[in-house]
């Protein structure tokens, strides 16, 4: 990693003054500045996806969904009597009326909370109406889910401010390079031919390790809800990461006006969000919810958390019939993901007071949301409802967000290697120590244990942040899943508030398989052990066919002209596809 510096890249804008004997110059070619598709390096800052929690655990993940019973056919694996999977309590964030008493951290029959591991983050722009140039996911409306600019080492250049402050105070740029005495002068740069075109700006490039980091966990999620592979929050904590990218890219907008930034996050945030909303709140009203008879006219308070994600939305615990279209707990899978929608807004909010602080206190803002969730998560002091699930979210992954403005103000630079990486072994080492003696109902599933969640994902991002290799393009056989990459990455909003909501709608879709003639029930005990195989298999085509009808609202959201599929493929090559 490079020391970061505030001069901007060299975009071939600046020119070195030859003394005038010079006899050969040759100028150095400006580098292209078209679009490679991927959209700008700030247009990724969303995501820090996290998985639905399972079980009555502290984060809330409503967990992986497990098919059940199916109209006119046998009974799916998995299906206990709660209509959900083993017969426990599916669990989600927001208020699910009649579930739980008013904690609902895990004190009632069937708590939720928070779900956990998610990717991330989507793509952003700085704030402003001006052109997108490189961002978190979100807008960041999560971080930099979609591809943050290439950052050199410990954080990414902003490029362009210290050129625009020379050129307002008159500086042409040009720099008068002595020579020795005697010397014949070797021109290292052409100064510009008058009358020539000026030399193109280069485009900040987009970093394709953090990428495919976004990739990596928008995909873990998937896996984990379908699944529900305890293991998978331990060998990869993709919320954690997400947190990390976002909080990177955060602390790299707010170079600008604060207010600015987090006016651009917001507002790449919201159409998406209401585009789920629309679909979502009508069909939970339709199956027979009625809030206004259960909670009152405070509910309409709570349903302006469909429309400005300040709090986690309301939602029923049941919805339908376990016999319908859908499982009755499809609602909880549904909404359940928004819950991260609010934790990410509420960094965002903080992030100027949380980077000032940083700046004058770095170790003690670093380490402090650790020492927090050491009280409110490891059961010393517990703060019931929603505001204890929003301080215990703040708490797990503060230390990544802050971690990210470590990575782009350089702190690693500052520490050897050697002893951040043997540093964060011992807390990894510490969190698995602890969750050893805390398992919850799914065992070493580390959502069910804030502390173990905190210090596991903390130490495991300081190691990904630490060999941050800046790739401008995936290495060797990664290149073959570019556009994938790419995709996941401009489309990581979409592919995260939809993706639990399309695992379910699965379920109806592979209950035809039932329906040819010969497969029941000769062959159904085959489908049955395959079952959650299969759901992973039709899961993305239905993704796929999301992010084409509803995809576009990202781009709306961004100011950019609307793409259909925005997997950075050169136009050339889709028309010959």
Request: aromatic share 12%; glycine share 12%; proline share 10%.
């Amino acid at each position: 990693m490079t020391t970061p510096t505030n001069r901007p890249a060299d975009d071939g804008a600046d020119w070195f003054r030859i003394p005038a004997q010079a006899q050969a110059q040759a100028q150095a070619p400006a580098p292209a500045s078209g679009d490679d598709g991927r959209g700008t390096p700030d247009d990724t800052a969303f995501l820090g996806v996290g998985p639905l929690g399972s079980g009555a655990d502290a984060f809330g993940d409503p967990g992986p969904v497990r098919p059940g019973a199916h109209a006119g056919g046998p009974a799916r694996p998995g299906y206990g009597a709660d209509g959900y999977g083993g017969g426990r309590a599916a669990a989600g964030r927001g208020t699910a009326p009649g579930a739980y008493d008013t904690d609902p951290f895990g004190s009632g029959p069937a708590s939720t909370g928070p779900m956990s591991n998610g990717p991330g983050p989507m793509s952003t722009r700085p704030a402003g109406d001006g052109p997108a140039r490189n961002g978190d996911p979100f807008g960041d409306p999560f971080g930099d889910p979609f591809g943050a600019p290439a950052a050199h080492g410990a954080g990414a250049l902003v490029a362009d401010e210290p050129d625009v402050r020379r050129a307002a105070a008159g500086d042409t740029g040009t720099t008068t390079v002595p020579e020795p005495t005697g010397a014949v002068p070797r021109a290292r740069h052409k100064a510009p031919v008058a009358g020539g075109p000026a030399p193109a700006a280069a485009r900040p490039g987009r970093d394709r390790y953090l990428d495919l980091l976004r990739a990596i966990a928008l995909l873990r999620v998937i896996v984990y809800h379908i699944f529900g592979w305890a293991w998978l929050t331990v060998l990869f904590p993709s919320m954690g990461v997400m947190f990390a990218l976002a909080g990177s890219l955060m602390a790299r907008s707010l170079s600008r006006p604060a207010w600015g930034v987090i006016r651009g996050r917001v507002r790449r945030l919201l159409p998406p969000m209401w585009a789920f909303s629309l679909t979502v709140v009508p069909v939970m009203l339709y199956l027979g919810w009625k809030p206004l008879k259960e909670e009152g006219l405070w509910w309409f308070a709570k349903l302006a958390t469909y429309i400005f994600p300040i709090g986690a939305p309301p939602y029923p615990w049941h919805s339908g019939s376990q016999s319908g279209l859908l499982e009755d707990t499809w609602a909880v899978q549904a909404a359940g993901p928004l819950w991260y929608i609010r934790a990410y807004l509420w960094f965002v909010i903080a992030s100027p007071l949380l980077l000032w602080a940083f700046r004058k206190l770095p170790w003690a803002t670093l380490l402090a949301p650790l020492g927090l969730t050491a009280i409110v998560g490891s059961g010393l002091i517990k703060i019931p409802g929603e505001t204890g699930n929003a301080i215990t979210d703040f708490a797990v992954y503060g230390s990544c967000w802050v971690l990210g403005f470590a990575h782009n103000e350089g702190l690693f630079q500052k520490v050897p290697r050697y002893i951040s990486v043997s540093m964060s072994a011992l807390i990894m080492a510490f969190g698995l120590w602890w969750a050893s003696g805390h398992l919850g109902p799914d065992g070493w599933d580390l959502n069910d244990i804030p502390l173990a969640q905190a210090t596991w994902s903390f130490g495991f991002c300081v190691i990904l942040l630490q060999y941050s290799p800046s790739w401008k393009e995936l290495p060797g056989k990664l290149a073959g899943w570019d556009t994938l990459v790419t995709l996941a990455n401009n489309r990581a909003v979409t592919i995260y508030l939809w993706h639990n909501l399309l695992i379910m709608a699965t379920i109806p879709i592979i209950d035809l398989l039932w329906k040819i003639p010969g497969v029941w029930p000769t062959y159904s005990g085959y489908l049955e052990s395959a079952y959650t195989v299969l759901m992973l298999i039709v899961v993305f085509p239905l993704i796929g066919l999301m992010i084409m009808a509803v995809g576009w609202l990202e781009d709306v959201a961004a100011k950019r002209k609307p793409r259909l599929w925005p997997n950075g493929a050169p136009k050339k090559a889709r028309r010959s596809q």
